[in-house]
């Protein structure tokens, strides 16, 4: 951070606002990451946490439904009766319909005269609009509020546009925060310090010396209780053009010159506006859709995605996606980027991998391995960095393996590791943008995943069927085989 991010001022009073305050993301994310930062004393000591919902309750039976709901999602060394009970002092329940103009009169009355405000939108995007212009007309709104949009943004770039357009009227850029929880991962935020902090690494971060990129999102679950909303958007629109386009943005910008949130965010754009745009001819063939099947996950029978509660047994919403990516600058001229994401995997690993350039010739023939680096940078479940080289084996000759040199982070340094979203809520608290996404970001991304989405509607195929509990479908080896590569596990 820079020195001035780090002395932002917390503000004096302060009121937190949850639109969706008891819904799924608030009960399982949010107010665990609030109540973790409470037990840590980075709370104001003025907050209030006001949770908004279309539930008829009173304050005991919304502090009954926390109590029951959000306390086992806290992680463990945060369990703390006292720390909990001040907690639960802090939060507020407010009955609201936010379509309804007549219903922000409830809130304004509990919110704290002259407080800074944070308004964070965990609904539909759909509800974005009538939200902010009743914040607006309930004169809820001063230079002092910040307001937190959720995933997804649009399901394509002219309704990303229509949402940043509506919120734009009630909000400025520098108010509005667009949050991708991975952007405040430590592990991510470390690859900046890792590119960036260190000279070993950047005089080969580029082509030639690059073989190939591969980004991994995996998770192990299936849809469960996000079905609804999952089959009207699909792994592309729910975690690829988010994530793991930032993931890349990250790996490939170039040095900023600062860490100053539009320094950073200027060179990720340029990546984004740097990516081969893809004819109809490019998705069939770089990209690859699937859909899991019944298999087993974890050990236990997992059910297809066309089994799954309320979801249409015709459906052709893909829940894997893997696709080859190119930049076109200099920096990465012919350095192919995989890009991979699905649920009911093998595991759960967010990954990205760095795979250098073949040796030009060996001297080793007594080795029937190749030559292989790689820096393998883990983001979940476990956080660590991973160099792999190669090394002699013991015993005559001049057999080689590959050994690790491995950083863990857990392990290397003492200090209590804050999750994602404790840490980006405390930033939108300190006002530093630095990691959530700017507007052109936003729609650089749809601009290239709009064409993308487009060719599979004209190709008009069936996602690939895949087992649950594995790697996905074999086309997504096959992508990487033609370029003489293979996903980390196959490797």
């Given at each position: 951070m820079t020195t001035s991010e780090t002395s932002t001022p917390l503000p004096n009073v302060l009121d937190l606002v949850i639109f969706g305050g008891v819904g799924d993301l608030s009960v399982r994310k949010l107010l665990p990451a609030l109540y973790t930062a409470h037990l840590h004393h980075n709370l104001p000591a003025t907050t209030r946490?006001?949770?908004?919902?279309?539930?008829?309750?009173?304050?005991?039976?919304?502090?009954?439904?926390?109590?029951?709901?959000?306390?086992?999602?806290a992680e463990p060394k945060a369990q703390d009766a006292e720390a909990w009970q001040s907690f639960l002092q802090r939060l507020n329940y407010v009955s609201i319909d936010a379509t309804q103009a007549s219903?922000?009169?409830?809130?304004?009355?509990?919110?704290?005269?002259?407080s800074d405000r944070v308004y964070y939108l965990a609904t539909a995007p759909s509800l974005f609009t009538a939200i902010c212009a009743n914040l607006?007309?309930?004169?809820?709104?001063?230079?002092?509020?910040?307001?937190?949009?959720?995933?997804?943004?649009?399901?394509?770039?002219?309704?990303a546009r229509k949402i940043n357009d509506e919120v734009g009227r009630y909000f400025t850029e520098g108010q509005t925060f667009r949050i991708d929880h991975y952007l405040g991962k430590e592990t991510v935020q470390n690859l900046m310090v890792l590119r960036f902090g260190n000279t070993i690494f950047e005089p080969l971060w580029r082509s030639p010396y690059i073989k190939s990129v591969q980004i991994t999102v995996a998770e192990s679950v299936g849809v469960g209780?996000?079905?609804?909303?999952?089959?009207?958007?699909?792994?592309?629109?729910?975690?690829?053009?988010?994530?793991?386009?930032?993931?890349?943005?990250?790996?490939?910008?170039?040095?900023?010159?600062?860490?100053?949130?539009?320094?950073?965010?200027?060179?990720?754009?340029?990546?984004?506006?740097?990516?081969?745009?893809?004819?109809?001819?490019?998705?069939?063939?770089?990209?690859?859709?699937?859909?899991?099947?019944?298999?087993?996950?974890?050990?236990?029978?997992?059910?297809?995605?066309l089994q799954e509660d309320n979801i249409p047994p015709d459906s052709r919403t893909e829940t894997f996606v893997a696709l080859k990516a190119h930049i076109n600058n200099w920096r990465w001229a012919n350095v192919p980027i995989f890009l991979r994401t699905g649920k009911r995997m093998a595991e759960r690993?967010?990954?990205?991998?760095?795979?250098?350039?073949?040796l030009p010739f060996t001297i080793f023939s007594d080795s029937p391995r190749q030559s292989v680096n790689r820096l393998m940078i883990r983001l979940q479940p476990e956080e660590h960095i991973q160099l792999q080289m190669m090394a002699k084996?013991?015993?005559?000759?001049?057999?080689?393996?590959?050994?690790s040199l491995n950083l863990d982070l857990e392990s290397a340094f003492a200090a209590r590791r804050a999750e994602a979203y404790e840490r980006l809520l405390?930033?939108?608290i300190?006002?530093?943008?630095?990691?959530?996404?700017?507007?052109?970001?936003?729609?650089?991304?749809?601009?290239?995943?709009?064409?993308?989405?487009?060719?599979?509607?004209?190709?008009?195929?069936?996602?690939?069927?895949?087992?649950?509990?594995?790697?996905?479908?074999?086309?997504?080896s096959a992508l990487m085989a033609r370029e003489g590569s293979a996903w980390v596990e196959e490797a």
């Open positions: 946490i006001h949770c908004l919902g279309r539930q008829p309750w009173d304050q005991a039976a919304f502090l009954a439904f926390i109590q029951d709901k959000v306390a086992g999602f219903d922000f009169a409830a809130l304004a009355t509990a919110l704290q005269p002259g607006s007309g309930a004169g809820l709104i001063a230079a002092t509020s910040r307001v937190v949009l959720e995933k997804p943004l649009g399901h394509d770039l002219a309704s209780s996000r079905a609804g909303f999952y089959d009207g958007t699909g792994a592309m629109r729910d975690m690829l053009q988010n994530h793991l386009l930032q993931l890349l943005c990250i790996v490939a910008m170039e040095p900023p010159v600062s860490l100053d949130p539009d320094a950073v965010r200027d060179e990720k754009l340029k990546v984004l506006r740097s990516l081969r745009p893809m004819s109809v001819a490019d998705v069939a063939r770089d990209t690859v859709r699937g859909q899991y099947s019944p298999g087993a996950s974890q050990g236990d029978a997992a059910i297809g995605y690993r967010s990954e990205i991998v760095i795979e250098f350039a073949d084996e013991p015993g005559s000759g001049m057999r080689l393996r590959p050994v405390m930033d939108v300190k006002g530093r943008l630095t990691h959530f996404m700017r507007r052109d970001e936003l729609e650089a991304a749809w601009t290239w995943v709009d064409p993308i989405l487009n060719g599979w509607a004209t190709l008009d195929e069936k996602p690939k069927a895949y087992t649950a509990g594995s790697w996905g479908p074999a086309a997504s």
